[in-house]
C-alpha cells in the first residue's frame, strides 16, 4: 500500500467533515463535482447521520455533491461498500490481482463501466489505494 498524500483543498475540507459528523475520516477523495469520504470501519451510519442530515449540511457547506463511503479491511466488501446503491451479487478476486464483478444484469453492468470506463477506472483507482489489486472487471 502506497502512503496517501493530502493537498491543501482536502485537508482543509477534513475538519469540516469530522467536525460535523463527529466520525473519524479515514481519506477524503475530491473530485471536480463531488468529495469522496471514505470513514473507519462502523461508522458510516454516523457520518451520514439520521435522515442524513449531516450528509445535506455538509452538501450545503462545501457547495459540492458528497457520498460517504465505510471502509472495510476486505477488498470484496470495501469495493461494494463503494458501488453501493448498485448491488452486484458476486465478487470474486482471483489470485493476480483481478477482481470480478459477476451477475449484474445489463443496466447494472453499464452503470458501475459507465462512460468510457470512467466509473470503472475510478473505483479501480480508490481501491488500489487500499488493497494489492491490478484490476477490476465487469462480467
Known amino acids: 500500500m502506497n502512503r496517501i498524500k ?17 466520525s473519524h475520516l479515514k481519506d477524503c477523495i475530491i473530485g471536480e ?3 469522496l469520504f471514505i470513514v473507519q470501519e462502523g461508522e458510516a451510519s454516523k457520518a451520514i447521520g ?5 450528509a445535506k449540511t455538509l452538501e ?10 465505510e471502509f472495510s479491511p476486505e477488498v470484496k466488501k470495501f469495493v461494494s461498500n ?7 451479487p458476486e465478487i470474486e478476486e482471483k489470485e ?9 444484469d445489463v443496466s447494472i ?16 483507482s480508490i481501491a488500489k489505494r487500499y488493497f494489492e489489486i491490478k484490476e477490476i472487471k465487469v462480467v
Not at 493530502?6 to 463527529?22: A, C, G, H, Q
Not at 463503494?82 to 452486484?88: A, Q, S
Request: aromatic residues 6%; charged residues 25%.
Open 6 to 22: 493530502f493537498d491543501l483543498t482536502t485537508i482543509k475540507y477534513i475538519p469540516i467533515f469530522e467536525n460535523v459528523t463527529r
Open 60 to 69: 450545503r457547506m462545501m457547495k459540492k455533491k458528497i457520498k460517504i463511503v
Open 109 to 124: 453492468k453499464s452503470m458501475l463501466i459507465g462512460r468510457n470506463a470512467s466509473n470503472l477506472r475510478n473505483t479501480e
Open 50 to 54: 439520521k435522515n442524513g442530515q449531516n
Open 82 to 88: 463503494l458501488i453501493y446503491p448498485l448491488k452486484v
Open 33 to 35: 463535482s463531488s468529495i
Open 96 to 104: 493476480d490481482g483481478l477482481l470480478l464483478l459477476k451477475g449484474a
